[in-house]
Structures are given as C-alpha cells and as structure tokens.
C-alpha cells in the first residue's frame, strides 16, 4: 500500500473509533491562553486514580481483602451494589491507559498500591504476584520514551510515576487484628510495608506519598461512618459500633505517625542513594465566611483548621491547630517529643486535592449531642448566599465550581505554612454515570471546570506558591466510592459494559493544552 493511501486509512479508522471527535481548532477546545509556558519550565502535568477504584482483579493473583472489599459486601449498601471488584480493570488494561496518557500529553502518573496486593495479611507473607504488577505497570510507564501510536507518532516522553502507598484501602487482616487505624500496631506494621515498597520501586520511583486524604479516613470511617470501616457513635450515622467523639482523633493520630515513620524509613534507608522526594496528599475544601462578622469569620478559620490543620499543622509546626487544642481538649492525642521529632518537618511535598468551596456560619454547638469531630467545628455549612449558589453544581452532592476558592485555598497553604513546595494533586469534577456515547463524551461543563481552575492555579504561581504539578481527577471514569458507577470523574468515558475507553472533549483539551509544539 502507497504511504498516503496508508495514512488515510489509518486517518479514517481513527475517525471511526471516534477519536478525532474534536478538532484541535475546534473554539470548544479553547484554552483560555494556558498553554505549557503558562507555568514554570519543569512543571508536571498528570491525572490521578486510586487502586481499588481501577485496579479491579480483587480476588486475582493474590489479593487480600482491603476494607472496602468486605464493607461493600452489605448487601444494598451501593447502588446496583457496585463494588470495585472489577471497575475498569486497569490490572490488564494498563497498557492502553499507559499509552492514552502519553497521548494526551500528560507528563505522569498517580496510581496507588493496593497494600493488600503486596501483603495480602497485611504483614508477613509477599505476594510476589502482586508485587509484579506494579513492576510491570511502573516499567511500562518509563518505557513510553519510545512509544508508538497508530498515527506513527513517536513519543520522546515517559509518563514519570507518582506512587501513593495507601489511599483509603486498608487490609482487612489488620482490621481484624488490631481495629486497624484505631490500633497503635499499624504503624510500624505501615513503615515496614512502607520500607517494603521503597526497597522494590525506588530504584524507578522518585515521587512518593504516604496517604491520599488521611482526613476523610478518620472523619468518613469514624466520625458519620458513611466510609469502611464505617465506625461512629449512633446519632452521627448508621453504625454498629464507635464513638464519633474520640475514635477519629485516635485514627487520625495513628495515621499521622504512620506517616511520618513511613518518612524516616525512606529518609534513613533510601532518600540518599534513590534521589527521590515523598510527601502527602491532602483534602482541602476552601472554606469561605458566609457574613463578615467576626463569628462567621472564625467559623470559617476553624473549618479550615479542623480540615486542612489537622494534619499540615503537625507536618509543619509539630502540633494540632491551637483552635483544635482548644476545642477537643483531651479527647484530642498529645504527640511526644519523640513524635514531634520525626512528624515535624515530615514532607518534602504537600499534595493538595482541591475541587471546591462552601460558605461557613457559626453555630452553637447543641449540648445534647454527644461529642463528635463534625460537631466540634461549631459551624454550619451554608451553599448559597442571598440565593446565589457559590457557584454550579456538579453531579456529587458536595461538588459546586468555584475557581476561586482553588485560589484562595493554594494562597493560604503559602501564607499559614510557610510556602511549602506543593502539588495540586486532586481536581475535577463529575457527570452522572447515566449519560452515554455520544453526548457524555460533549463534556464542556468540564472543559470549562478545568480551564477556569487552572488559570485560578497559574494566577498563585504567579503570585509567588511554590505549586511544582498539576494531576486531574481522574483519567477514566471509575468506581466512586458511596456513588459507584453513578458518577463519572474521567476525562475518558469507560463503557462499564464492554470497558471501552473513549476520551472525552476534555481530554482532547488537555492534549492541546499540554501540547509541545508551538
Ligand atoms: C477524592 C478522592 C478520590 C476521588 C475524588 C472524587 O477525595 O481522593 O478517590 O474519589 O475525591 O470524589
């Protein structure tokens, strides 16, 4: 075949697969001006997922139980009574995911290790077949360097890996062993699982986080029990067991010190000869004062210090917010001077998830209720002022677009805690899972989201914030959590059938947008 007849029919093959849906000239895909110069030269751009939200293969090769995989179990708990024992199935899929995202343009990866993937107990006993996988997941991702699409494009670009060592996915044996994060023995059971992994990836991965969101841990899986384990005392959520008023404290502690003796371990053991950095990835909502009275001003300052506080304020200062101190007394753990040795100071980088903002008013505390970490914020979430919702609403429930309150949120971590070099690791927001092909893959709300946000990101490196990467949530659609497949995050739609990925228009946005031609 003549090479221009070849190239046709490879043009139209693509066509028909529906991947060139949008031209690059296309006004939909306007970039609002960002382009890769937008930011500084060795800035990362990437896309985020968690394990047991596309890993899928459960029960495959190994895998022990996480949390999640026994609390979903409850029949009825999930709609459709999803689960992620399947999901999107990047275990065998990762190939192709690999080379979308080197497609796109995207310079990393952040994926987690599914912990019960390695040490299906938790402790002991490896699982080298799990520890395979994310041999072979990660080497592919460096091997993108000599990629080659069917367009014969060639790819000069690796996707750099970011590895998270938990987000969410406890195992179970531990659960069972010891109340898991309530059991001060996870946390050298997580350095050593910890010190495991460095050991087998470091020599390839220089990007390392603890946790993803250790706040929702606590405050999600003790404090309202709407996440697994599911603990909480009876007035705050549906639980069999807890107590909403003390167990998210202990939780929150345990993870902390995991945290940090994850972080000597690599410090002592690795950091010198591996090069590389670890942090933490933490949720921050921005919590803006609905008047400005000073009650709703403070309101809004012990939002952010229950929320954000909690953890970068030991990270950084070696204590909990003095309004936390204040508030929780001694329901609230002491770190001591041993502790405060290895937690302060325990982050080369912040990962920031940001997706939106609330209005905050004081409210005074209802003295019937037993004590519990949401009561103790001693305030009220407020979503509209004078009628005017703080800005549209995604699908999930708790999503509304506020750009500036990115801004807003990346401005206080500089000013509070002293400019730390940060990642805004989390952003994105999600369709209902019922929209279908062709109109969910017309994504402009998210174009939008995206392009408004970033341009928030730009104007605080502009100003000065040390933000050194972007990552968007997520690549695919996937498993949401309480929501299952009822709501879609992806910038790439998943047929959940046939498991077919097609990008969306916002992934076609970030292509231009990350493009290195011009
Ligand atoms: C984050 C979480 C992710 C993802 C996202 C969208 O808080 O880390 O796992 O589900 O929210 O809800």
Same mark, same amino acid.
């Given at each position: ?34 382009? +890769?110069? =937008?930011?500084?030269?060795?800035? %990362?751009?990437?896309?985020? #997922? ?5 890993? $899928?293969? &459960? ?50 990866? +952040?994926? =987690?290790?599914?912990?019960?993937? %390695?040490?299906?107990?938790? #402790? ?5 077949? $799990?520890? &395979? ?32 060592l ?18 001060r023995?996870v946390v050298k059971?997580f350095a050593?699982?910890a010190d ?12 390392w986080f603890t946790f993803?969101?250790p ?37 929150a502690h345990n993870l902390i010190l995991c945290h940090a003796s994850a972080v000597q371990r690599y410090r002592e ?9 670890i942090g933490i ?30 953890f970068l304020h030991p990270i950084v200062y070696g204590e ?13 753990p002491?770190f001591t001077k041993e502790e405060v040795n290895i937690v302060k100071g325990s982050a080369d ?170």
């Amino acid at each position: 075949m003549r090479w221009p007849l070849l190239f046709l029919v490879l043009y139209l093959l693509a066509l028909a697969d529906g991947q060139l849906e949008f031209s690059p000239e296309s006004t939909e895909l306007d970039t609002g001006g960002l382009s +890769r110069d =937008s930011f500084p030269k060795d800035f %990362i751009y990437g896309t985020a #997922t968690s394990a047991y939200q596309v890993e $899928g293969a &459960a029960h495959q090769d190994g895998r022990g139980d996480s949390i999640w995989d026994v609390f979903l179990r409850q029949p009825g708990l999930e709609v459709n009574n999803a689960s992620g024992e399947v999901t999107v199935d990047q275990y065998h899929r990762y190939k192709e995911d690999i080379d979308l995202m080197a497609k796109l343009n995207f310079d990393a990866y +952040r994926f =987690s290790i599914s912990w019960s993937r %390695i040490f299906p107990n938790g #402790t002991g006993k490896v699982n080298w077949k $799990g520890v &395979a996988y994310y041999d072979r997941l990660i080497n592919y991702m460096l091997q993108k360097g000599m990629f080659i699409n069917y367009l014969t494009f060639v790819s000069p670009f690796c996707i750099t890996p970011y590895a998270n060592l938990n987000h969410y996915d406890l195992p179970q044996a531990l659960q069972e062993r010891y109340n898991g994060w309530l059991g001060r023995q996870v946390v050298k059971d997580f350095a050593d699982y910890a010190d495991f992994c460095f050991k087998m990836y470091g020599d390839r991965v220089k990007n390392w986080f603890t946790f993803n969101e250790p706040r929702v841990v606590a405050a999600l899986g003790y404090d309202n029990g709407y996440f697994a384990p599911s603990r909480c005392s009876q007035p705050y959520g549906n639980c069999t067991a807890g107590d909403s008023g003390t167990e998210p404290y202990v939780a929150a502690h345990n993870l902390i010190l995991c945290h940090a003796s994850a972080v000597q371990r690599y410090r002592e053991k690795y950091q010198k000869s591996q090069k590389g950095r670890i942090g933490i990835l933490l949720d921050f909502v921005w919590y803006e004062p609905l008047t400005r009275g000073k009650s709703d001003e403070y309101a809004a300052q012990r939002a952010r210090d229950f929320h954000l506080g909690w953890f970068l304020h030991p990270i950084v200062y070696g204590e909990y917010p003095k309004t936390m101190q204040n508030i929780v007394k001694d329901r609230l753990p002491k770190f001591t001077k041993e502790e405060v040795n290895i937690v302060k100071g325990s982050a080369d980088v912040i990962g920031i998830n940001q997706y939106t903002a609330f209005y905050m008013q004081h409210v005074t505390v209802n003295k019937s209720m037993p004590p519990g970490y949401q009561n103790d914020w001693q305030v009220g979430f407020v979503y509209e002022k004078n009628g005017v919702p703080i800005g549209p609403k995604a699908y999930s429930y708790w999503l509304y677009e506020v750009p500036w309150g990115l801004y807003k949120a990346i401005m206080y971590v500089k000013e509070r805690y002293g400019n730390p070099t940060m990642i805004l690791a989390e952003n994105g927001m999600d369709q209902p899972g019922n929209v279908t092909i062709p109109d969910g893959l017309k994504d402009t709300q998210r174009v939008n989201y995206y392009r408004s946000y970033i341009q928030q990101l730009k104007k605080t490196v502009d100003e000065g914030a040390n933000v050194i990467g972007y990552f968007a949530w997520s690549l695919l659609d996937n498993f949401e959590w309480r929501l299952g497949y009822t709501s879609r995050f992806g910038i790439t739609f998943v047929d959940f059938k046939t498991l077919k990925r097609t990008p969306k228009m916002s992934a076609y946005w970030f292509q231009k947008m990350l493009s290195r031609k011009h």
